[in-house]
């Protein structure tokens, strides 16, 4: 069976820092392209990173300089590595690896 976990969530002063962590078990084929979208409260979800490859990333021009997406040495495992948090990254993460369904996300909140 497929599964897809999200996690690193969790609360942080602005000018922090998180790590989330994505993982895909139960699917025998390595993934070479992912996303990871962000919902806020009464906003539409956004495309935060991409990463093809394991080398290609793009980044939403919000979160430039302060993302870093990568993928892990397991197979199917992924990172988005976030500093210098502002409020205005409060929301939901989600990854979104090509083939998979979406997971629950994990939430971020960074107060003020």
């Known amino acids: 069976q497929v599964r897809l976990v999200e996690s690193g969530g969790g609360l942080v002063q602005a000018g922090g820092s998180l790590t989330l962590s994505c993982a895909v078990s139960?699917?025998?084929?390595?993934?070479?392209?992912i996303d990871w979208y962000r919902q806020a409260p009464g906003k539409e979800r956004e495309l935060v990173a991409s990463?093809?490859?394991?080398?290609?990333?793009d980044y939403l021009d919000a979160v430039k300089g302060r993302f870093t997406i990568s993928s892990g040495s397991a197979k199917n495992t992924w990172y988005l590595q976030m500093n210098s948090l502002k409020p205005e990254d409060t929301a939901v993460y989600y990854c979104?690896?090509?083939?998979?369904?979406w997971g629950q996300g994990t939430q971020v909140t960074v107060s003020s």
């Open positions: 979104k690896p090509s083939r998979i369904a």
């Open positions: 139960g699917y025998r084929q390595r993934i070479y392209y």
């Open positions: 990463i093809i490859n394991g080398d290609r990333a």
